[in-house]
T-cell receptor, first 112, second 115 residues
Framework: QQQVKQSPQSLIVQKGGIPIINCAYENTAFDYFPWYQQFPGKGPALLIAIRPDVSEKKEGRFTISFNKSAKQFSLHIMDSQPGDSATYFCAAAGGGADGLTFGKGTHLIIQP | DSGVTQTPKHLITATGQRVTLRCSPRSGDLSVYWYQQSLDQGLQFLIQYYNGEERAKGNILERFSAQQFPDLHSELNLSSLELGDSALYFC??????????????FGPGTRLTVL
């Protein structure tokens, strides 16, 4: 069964700290790995995405690190702010026309 | 605002009933996806349509069905509702049907409560 495992479930970080959220996948046919950010009462919104041909991608304060051999990828948020408090989902797709396979989500709180 | 609209925002109904959720994709997007978000199962892909045709099926129950109309809006029909169907239902859209090539933009969701 296609799965994406995400950890931790919840995370509390002080403002300015670097929260790290980790995901692992099983299906080697996956070749697209997006991260989505969801605020309460809203739909998920794409934050940043990576493909297996690169090991790292940065967009602003958000960085994805990708380890193809370990089948793991992670999200780092630099200089975190209280406005980054949200639920973050990793996801994966590839190998067919199916929808995104999501991790269970990480509830992130950035304390002032 | 993603440009994807969903109606209604909230829906409260009773077990055994049937409901219809509606989604209008972003202008220019031909592909529509439906997802279910619940506390225990997380975000799960249900079904995808592309330009009016069913493209892919995920964990969609037989009691659920969907369609995409010529104007590209989509409807998700849920019948014989059970308490466990209470969840947030999201619609997402993209230009192409290729999940691994194209960004999916999510609507604000419909919260379904089955009493």
């Amino acid at each position: 069964q296609q799965q994406v495992k995400q950890s931790p479930q919840s995370l509390i970080v002080q403002k300015g700290g670097i929260p790290i959220i980790n995901c692992a996948y099983e299906n080697t046919a996956f070749d697209y790995f997006p991260w989505y950010q969801q605020f309460p009462g809203k739909g998920p919104a794409l934050l940043i995405a990576i493909r297996p041909d690169v090991s790292e991608k940065k967009e602003g304060r958000f960085t994805i690190s990708f380890n193809k051999s370990a089948k793991q990828f992670s999200l780092h948020i630099m200089d975190s702010q209280p406005g980054d408090s949200a639920t973050y989902f990793c996801a994966a797709a590839g190998g067919g026309a199916d929808g995104l396979t999501f991790g269970k989500g990480t509830h992130l709180i950035i304390q002032p | 605002d993603s440009g994807v609209t969903q109606t209604p925002k909230h829906l409260i109904t009773a077990t055994g009933q049937r409901v219809t959720l509606r989604c209008s994709p972003r202008s220019g997007d031909l592909s529509v996806y439906w997802y279910q978000q619940s506390l225990d199962q997380g975000l799960q892909f249900l079904i995808q349509y592309y330009n009016g045709e069913e493209r892919a099926k995920g964990n969609i129950l037989e009691r659920f069905s969907a369609q995409q109309f010529p104007d590209l809006h989509s409807e998700l029909n849920l019948s014989s509702l059970e308490l466990g169907d209470s969840a947030l239902y999201f619609c997402a859209s993209s230009v192409t049907p290729l999940t691994n090539q194209d960004t999916q933009y999510f609507g604000p969701g419909t919260r379904l409560t089955v009493l």
